[in-house]
T-cell receptor, first 114, second 109 residues
Framework: EADIYQTPRYLVIGTGKKITLECSQT?????MYWYQQDPGMELHLIHY???????EKGDLSSESTVSRIRTEHFPLTLESARPSHTSQYLC?????????????FGEGSRLTVL | DAKTTQPNSMESNEEEPVHLPCNHS???????IHWYRQLPSQGPEYVIH???SNVNNRMASLAIAEDRKSSTLILHRTTLRDAAVYYC??????????FGTGTRLTIIP
């Protein structure tokens, strides 16, 4: 059973608000990832981290930012939400390099910006 | 990154086996083949992975062609719970899994 948690599961918010999506894992994994997925579409990597104080941009450009101050937490922040940010955001972690280790995903945070 | 090609959708009768194909003709020697699946309204979950040899686990089997240009995920006895999108992914060490559109598997009761 994967021990990776995302909050909130669902969020409806107005344009211009600042939001933070939380992601926590209790497996001690060094590597963490954020993917964005629109309904029925592909997952796109937007951020990843190799460990504390490490953050990298993913393959899809995103206006969101991330931080990695503690191993277990990898929050994603949108300073000013817009309707174009409406999507599902999925957090994942892995212990080894993903060549041999599996990714564990959270259940996702579904964001709707009005 | 090497790309994979999968059928958009497949159907299987409940309690029957299903073979999900994946083509990866540009695979390099160090690419691992990963399979994940995504159930409705959930994040993806790991199914299986391999390099050259066929692999079996409690969820599925992975058959890899001798030239490694294709692979097949085998679900031996499907249930309704196996209805999901199945992703075939290659990774060679950049540690960023790239998900494509996958195969949407429908299970017919």
């Amino acid at each position: 059973e994967a021990d990776i948690y995302q909050t909130p599961r669902y969020l409806v918010i107005g344009t211009g608000k600042k939001i933070t999506l939380e992601c926590s894992q209790t497996m001690g994994h060094d590597k963490m990832y954020w993917y964005q997925q629109d309904p029925g579409m592909e997952l796109h990597l937007i951020h990843y981290s190799y460990g504390v104080n490490s953050t990298e941009k993913g393959d899809l450009s995103s206006e969101s930012t991330v931080s990695r101050i503690r191993t277990e937490h990898f929050p994603l922040t949108l300073e000013s939400a817009r309707p174009s940010h409406t999507s599902q955001y999925l957090c994942a972690s892995s212990e080894l390099g993903t060549n041999t280790g599996e990714l564990f995903f959270g259940e996702g945070s579904r964001l709707t910006v009005l | 990154d090497a790309k994979t090609t999968q059928p958009n959708s497949m159907e299987s009768n409940e309690e029957e086996p299903v073979h999900l194909p994946c083509n990866h003709s540009t695979i390099s020697g160090t690419d691992y083949i990963h399979w994940y699946r995504q159930l409705p309204s959930q994040g993806p979950e790991y199914v299986i992975h391999g390099l050259t040899s066929n692999v079996n686990n409690r969820m599925a089997s992975l058959a890899i062609a001798e030239d490694r240009k294709s692979s097949t995920l085998i679900l031996h006895r499907t249930t309704l719970r196996d209805a999901a999108v199945y992703y075939c992914i290659l990774n060679f060490g950049n540690e960023k899994l790239t998900f494509g559109t996958g195969t949407r598997l429908t299970i017919i009761p």
